[in-house]
C-alpha cells in the first residue's frame, strides 16, 4: 500500500506557509493603515462615494520618497522568502527521508524531484549555444562577406532598437506623470510590477522555443536557477527604483562600473585571475564615473540626500547583477545547458517570487487601478516588456554569432546613443566635466577590449609555437 504521509507533510508546509503570509500581510496592513496622521488620507468629504481600503502596496506609496524604497524592499524580500523557505524545508525533508528515491511516485514526488534532483543526463539534448557562444562563425557553414555584414547590421539593429526602446521608456514610466481621470497627473511607482511583467514576457517566450525546439531536458536541478533568479530581479528592481532619485544618463554609466563589483564576485565565487590593465580600465572607468556625477546636474532630484540615495541604490544594482553573471557561469560550466534554457529557468522562478510578493501586498491590484485609469501606460508597459525579452534573445544570438568582443562593442555604443537619447528627450543637462567623465568610460571600456583580444591573441601564437600547451587561465569578458 502506498504511503501518503510524505506527500501530506510536504502539502502541509505549503499549507502553513500561505496561512503565515497571509497573517504577516495583515498584520503589516494594519501597522501602516494606523501611521502617523499626516500619512493617512483623509476621510472623504460629506456625500462623497466611500474610499476603498487601500492595498499594503498602495499604503507603501503614501510614505515618504526617501525611506519608501527601504519599506518597499522589506516588504519585497518577504514575499521572496515564502518561496525561498518552504523550498528549502521540503528539499531538506525530502533528502533526509530519502523522498525521490521511492519506487512509489506520484505527480508531487515527480514534481519534487524535478526541482531538486534534475533529469539526469539520459536525453540530455545538445546546446543550441554556450554559455558564451562559441564564437565566430559557429553557427555553421562558413559565410560570405556579404552575409557576414548582413547578420552583423541585424545583430545591431536588433540590439539598438531593442534596448534603446527598452531605455526610453524604462525612464518613461519611471519619472514621467501619466494623466488620468479629470487630468489628474500622477506617477506610477511599483518598480516589482515591472520586473513581473518583463519576466512573465521573457519566459513565456523562452518556453514556446524551448518546446519547439523540443530541447527542455538538461542535467541542473531546477532549484539551482532560484538564486540566479533573486539576485536578477533584485538587480532589476534596484535599477527601476534608483530612476526616482538619479537620472537615466547616470544609470547607463554606473552599469560600466560594474566591471569593478564583477572582479570582486570573480575572485570570490570563481577564484579568477585578472590581468594589470583590467585593473587599470577599473580605475578608469571610477574616475569617469566621479567626473560624471560631478558635472551632472538634475534640477528634479536635487537634493544630497536623493543623489546619495541613487547611487546606494545603483551600488546594490550593481552588486547584484555581477553575482547573477558569475553564479550563471558557474552553472554553464557545471551542466552545459544552453542560453535560452538558462533564460527560461531564470525567468520561471523570477515570475514566481515577483509574483508572490505582488500578491502579498496587493500589488497587482494597485496596478492595475493604475493601468485602467491610465491607458498610455499599459502600452507602455507592454512595449518594455517585449523590448526586454527580445534584447535578451538577440544578447544570445550574437554573442553565439559573432563573439563576446562584437557584442560588448555593440552594447557600448548602444549605451552612448542611449545617454544622447535621454538628454535630448527628457532635456538633462551635462557640463563639460561629465562629458569628459563620459568619454573616459567609453575609452575605457574601449581599451579593455582591445588588451583582452591582443592578449589572447598572443596566447594563441605562443601556444602554437610549442606546439599546443596547456590552456589559458579563465577571462572576464566586458
Keep these: 500500500m502506498r504511503n501518503y504521509v510524505p506527500d501530506i507533510i510536504i502539502l502541509f508546509i505549503i499549507i502553513v506557509t500561505i496561512t503565515v503570509v497571509r497573517l504577516v500581510s495583515q498584520i503589516l496592513h494594519e501597522t501602516l493603515a494606523d501611521g502617523p496622521p499626516e500619512l493617512v488620507l ?23 520618497k526617501e525611506y519608501s524604497w527601504l ?18 524545508l521540503i528539499y531538506k525533508y ?19 524531484k524535478f526541482c531538486y534532483s534534475g533529469t539526469g543526463t539520459d536525453g540530455l539534448d545538445r546546446p543550441l549555444d554556450g554559455p558564451a557562444g562559441a564564437g565566430k562563425g559557429a553557427t555553421g557553414n562558413k559565410r560570405t562577406t556579404a552575409q557576414e555584414c548582413a547578420l552583423l547590421c541585424y545583430c545591431l539593429v536588433g540590439l539598438m532598437g531593442s534596448y534603446l526602446t527598452w531605455g526610453v521608456l524604462q525612464e518613461k514610466i519611471m519619472t514621467q506623470e501619466y494623466e488620468g481621470p479629470e487630468k489628474r497627473k500622477s506617477h506610477f511607482k511599483d518598480s516589482q510590477f515591472l520586473v513581473f511583467s518583463n519576466r512573465v514576457l521573457g519566459f513565456l517566450i523562452t518556453a514556446v522555443y524551448l518546446v519547439a525546439k523540443r530541447q527542455f531536458r538538461h542535467r ?13 530581479i533584485m538587480s532589476a528592481w534596484f535599477q527601476y527604483e534608483a530612476l526616482k532619485f538619479v537620472n537615466f544618463p547616470t544609470q547607463v554609466l554606473a552599469k560600466s562600473c560594474k566591471i569593478i563589483p564583477v572582479m570582486i564576485m570573480g575572485k570570490i565565487i570563481s577564484r579568477n585571475k585578472y590581468e594589470f590593465y583590467e585593473y587599470l580600465t577599473a580605475v578608469m572607468i571610477s574616475v569617469g564615473m566621479i567626473f560624471f556625477l560631478t558635472g551632472s546636474t538634475d534640477e528634479s532630484k536635487a537634493s544630497a540626500m536623493t543623489t546619495l540615495t541613487g547611487v546606494l541604490l545603483l551600488t546594490f544594482y550593481m552588486i547584484f547583477d555581477s553575482f547573477t553573471s558569475n553564479w550563471q557561469g558557474e552553472l554553464f560550466k557545471s551542466y552545459s545547458m544552453s542560453s535560452i534554457q538558462m533564460m527560461c529557468g531564470v525567468n520561471l522562478f523570477s515570475t514566481l517570487f515577483t509574483g508572490a510578493s505582488l500578491a502579498m501586498q496587493g500589488g497587482f491590484y494597485s496596478s492595475l487601478v493604475f493601468a485602467v485609469d491610465h491607458p498610455k501606460f499599459v502600452v507602455d508597459c507592454v512595449v518594455l516588456s517585449i523590448s526586454s525579452a527580445i534584447g535578451q534573445l538577440f544578447i544570445f544570438y550574437t554573442i553565439a554569432t559573432f563573439g563576446a568582443v562584437v557584442f560588448t562593442i555593440i552594447m557600448t555604443l548602444r549605451q552612448a546613443v542611449a545617454i ?59
Excluded at 483623509?42 to 503614501?62: H, K, M, N, V, Y
Excluded at 541542473?220 to 536578477?232: E, G, I, V
Excluded at 598572443?458 to 590552456?471: E, F, T
Design 420 to 478: 544622447l537619447l535621454s538628454c535630448l528627450i527628457y532635456q538633462h543637462r551635462i557640463s563639460f566635466l561629465g562629458v569628459v567623465g563620459v568619454l573616459i568610460v567609453f575609452l575605457a571600456i574601449f581599451l579593455r577590449v582591445y588588451c583582452n583580444q591582443r592578449l589572447k591573441a598572443i596566447k594563441q601564437r605562443h601556444q602554437s609555437a610549442q606546439g599546443g600547451g596547456s590552456g589559458s587561465k579563465p577571462r572576464i569578458n566586458v
Design 42 to 64: 483623509p476621510p472623504p468629504a460629506e456625500g462623497a462615494a466611500p474610499r476603498l481600503e487601500l492595498s499594503l502596496s498602495q499604503l507603501i506609496d503614501q510614505k515618504s
Design 71 to 88: 519599506l518597499r524592499l522589506l516588504v519585497n524580500l518577504f514575499g521572496y522568502f515564502c518561496i525561498f523557505i518552504p523550498g528549502v
Design 220 to 232: 541542473a536541478p531546477l532549484y539551482k536557477y532560484s538564486f540566479a533568479s533573486f539576485s536578477n
Design 94 to 112: 525530502a533528502k533526509r527521508t530519502k523522498y525521490m528515491e521511492r519506487s512509489d511516485r506520484s505527480h508531487l514526488s515527480a514534481l519534487v
